[in-house]
């Protein structure tokens, strides 16, 4: 009976949230949550988002459904910023699915039924949601070495020996970038050896990029997920709009699938419809549609750039701001998207929390821009206290 259902382990950044909501103090640091602020501390809703529901407003016409593939024009209109060079590739199908969860989701169950025996290969740490999304399709999570926290790099000799030991038909779960929760990303030759492993090996590369954008620029952020696609014939990717749109509840993302051929990407998107129509028969329309709407409209196109550049810009000022107020977070500088890990103890994290009302993961991942402008000097100033130990 239901009364007899196990205990949940409740998901520990959304108890912080709850402690970080009860804390009465005024001067309270919120760097755990998982959105972009701006440098007063809101979320707002870009003015170009405001703009394409005003026009969806004026012209839709029906409501009607509009199948499990959602909106064709806007998985269309997603090519170019995606793909760049490769937008035309035949071989690389698209479709609208409920955020980048629902891409992953989707991914891996193409992946389950195509290759039920494939070991997934996530790398540590890696953002938490992903080993339980691998584990109900029915694979199995294997780790690799990625990110040693008290350096602020990469384990990147590790990282490929653990991926050479690999088997033909395994996947290799990639962040294509912005790295959550570490935001240490592959440089280029990095990705060139990664993508030469992966070829050698014979393994599909599971590109997860829900931070175009937030990095170093559309096309520079999309580097690896061109690359992976340049090399290999069989290829996974998990979209989303949710960051770069800054629309997150209303569940904006994209599933894209390479095969060799075209008419085997075209039996593998029938297989992915069959299993949409299964979970969630088909996406949210509201969230797609506005993207749909700004990016078919050159004007519109050009305002959302003004407004991710804004974003990005801030996002890399404030790294620039932590990184120059101690050495031991100048890897922060160097690191991209919202999200680094302070080389701090589970204790350290929670007497930042008891004694300065900072609220950041027991991993030490915080939210760069989680910092209101007014903050970052409190911040940085209880951090290097916390370090000086
Ligand atoms: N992948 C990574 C690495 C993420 O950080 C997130 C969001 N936190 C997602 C996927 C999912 O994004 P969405 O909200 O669009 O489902």
């Known amino acids: 009976p239901l009364a007899d259902l196990p205990e949940v382990e409740s998901d520990s950044l959304l108890q912080l949230?709850?402690?970080?909501?009860?804390?009465?103090?005024?001067?309270?640091?919120?760097?755990?949550v998982g959105v972009f602020r701006d440098g007063a501390g809101n979320t707002p809703i870009l003015k170009v988002i405001k703009r394409a529901e005003e026009i969806l407003r004026e012209t839709q016409e029906t409501k009607a459904y509009l199948g499990m593939q959602g909106d064709k024009r806007y998985a269309e209109l997603l090519r170019p910023i995606l793909l760049g060079p490769l937008a035309d590739d035949a071989r690389i199908a698209g479709l609208q699915t409920p955020g980048g969860c629902g891409a992953l989701r989707l991914g891996f169950e193409l992946l389950a039924l195509a290759i039920p025996s494939a070991r997934v290969h996530v790398g540590t740490p890696t953002w938490p949601n992903h080993p339980p999304i691998i584990r109900a399709v029915g694979l199995e999570v294997a780790e690799y070495p990625y990110y040693e926290r008290g350096q602020g790099s990469i384990r990147f000799d590790?990282?490929?020996?653990?991926?050479?030991?690999?088997?033909?038909?395994d996947v290799a779960l990639l962040h294509g970038c912005c790295h959550n929760p570490t935001g240490a990303d592959l440089d280029e030759d990095q990705w060139r050896e990664v993508a030469r492993i992966v070829a050698k090996r014979g393994l599909i590369p599971f590109v997860d990029i829900a931070y175009q954008g937030f990095g170093r620029g559309l096309d520079e952020d999309a580097f690896g997920v061109r690359l992976m696609l340049e090399t290999?014939?069989?290829v996974v990717i998990a979209q989303s709009c949710d960051k770069n749109f800054s629309v997150y509840r209303d569940r904006v993302g994209s599933l894209f699938v390479k095969t060799g051929s075209e008419s085997a990407t075209a039996l593998a998107m029938k297989h992915v419809s069959m299993r949409a129509r299964e979970m969630w028969s088909m996406p949210p329309d509201h969230g797609a549609a506005c993207v749909r709407i700004i990016l078919d409209d050159a004007a519109l196109k050009a305002d959302w750039l003004v407004e991710l550049t804004a974003m990005r810009?801030?996002?890399?000022?404030?790294?620039?701001?932590?990184?120059?107020?101690?050495?031991?977070?100048?890897?922060?500088?160097?690191?991209?998207?919202?999200?680094?890990?302070?080389?701090?103890?589970?204790?350290?994290?929670?007497?930042?929390?008891?004694?300065?009302?900072i609220y950041m993961a027991d991993s030490g991942r915080f939210n760069v821009v989680g910092l209101s402008d007014d903050q970052i000097?409190?911040?940085?100033?209880?951090?290097?206290?916390?370090?000086?130990?």
């Open 17 to 32: 949230i709850t402690l970080c909501a009860a804390d009465p103090r005024p001067e309270k640091i919120d760097v755990g």
């Open 232 to 234: 290999c014939d069989e």
């Open 377 to 389: 000097d409190r911040f940085t100033a209880a951090v290097v206290e916390a370090l000086n130990g």
């Open 158 to 169: 590790a990282m490929v020996d653990a991926l050479s030991a690999a088997n033909a038909g």
């Open 313 to 357: 810009d801030r996002i890399n000022a404030v790294r620039q701001r932590l990184a120059a107020a101690d050495p031991r977070l100048a890897f922060i500088g160097r690191q991209w998207g919202m999200f680094s890990m302070l080389p701090l103890s589970r204790e350290q994290v929670l007497k930042l929390r008891e004694d300065h009302a």
